[in-house]
């Protein structure tokens, strides 16, 4: 048996790195899991590695009507909503002195946005005891360089995750957030301009991490698992940092 069987979960940004390593291990635990992401192509290859406890569901989470049309999909099958792992987001460099309104916008309408509409669409499916996930950032306590709109976006995650806590406990419904350091995920390398300045800086977080090494994204679907199940049933409000001791030590 798993920890996780008969339950129904969403994960949004689910078609590489951390999403996908999160819907992978919430279906091995025996979850159907509905996964979320923009390229059509590379969620169908997401789903037929996961096989058949997922179903795919192409949309943008900055976009309400592909998450009116997530919504729809879990409706129809008619189990409600036990997990949602709201992970889907990204961020660009950009120091004070050149950032523009569009990167602005284009960060906080799908790091926050996204996330705030995500759950706010899915809310009615919830079943009682539901478990929330959201992805934010060891940068939310942190300061980094040419990152301040990311860092600020995540540090508003943290937030929702405290305030619907409050707001949901009353429902059974925890809210938790998870807090990864640098892990090796496609994004990540996508924050270099090419394949050497790429391993350059992911050298050079590694270096920045007490553990000395980057995170693999197994390791944060493990966290997420924890927070998703009966193992954390005393948790809501919380935080776990999961970055080698980078915000500890």
Known sequence: MGQLDGKTALVTGATSGIGLAAARRLAAEGAHVFLTGRRQQALDEAVAAIGG?????????????DLERVAAAIRERGAGLDIVFANAGGGEFGALGQLTW???ADTF??????????????????????SIVL????????GAASFS????????????????????VGRGIR????????VETPGLSGLAPD???????????????????????????????????DASSFMTGAEIYVDGGASQI
């Open 135 to 142: 992805t934010s950032s060891n940068i939310d306590v942190k």
């Open 102 to 104: 569009q990167h602005y």
């Open 109 to 130: 309408n799908t790091n926050v946005g996204g996330t705030l509409f995500t759950v706010q669409t899915v809310l009615p499916l919830l079943n009682p005891a539901a």
């Open 53 to 65: 406890n997922a179903t795919g569901v192409r949309a943008d989470v900055a976009d309400l009507a």
């Open 175 to 182: 809210v938790n957030s998870i807090a990864p350091g640098p």
């Open 149 to 168: 709109v990311y860092a600020a976006s995540k540090a508003a995650l943290r937030s929702f995750a405290r305030s619907w806590s409050a707001e949901l």
């Open 195 to 229: 394949p050497e300045a790429a391993q350059q800086l992911l050298k050079g977080l590694a270096e920045g991490v007490p553990m000395n090494r980057l995170g693999r994204p197994e390791e944060i679907a493990d966290a997420v698992l924890f927070l998703a199940s």
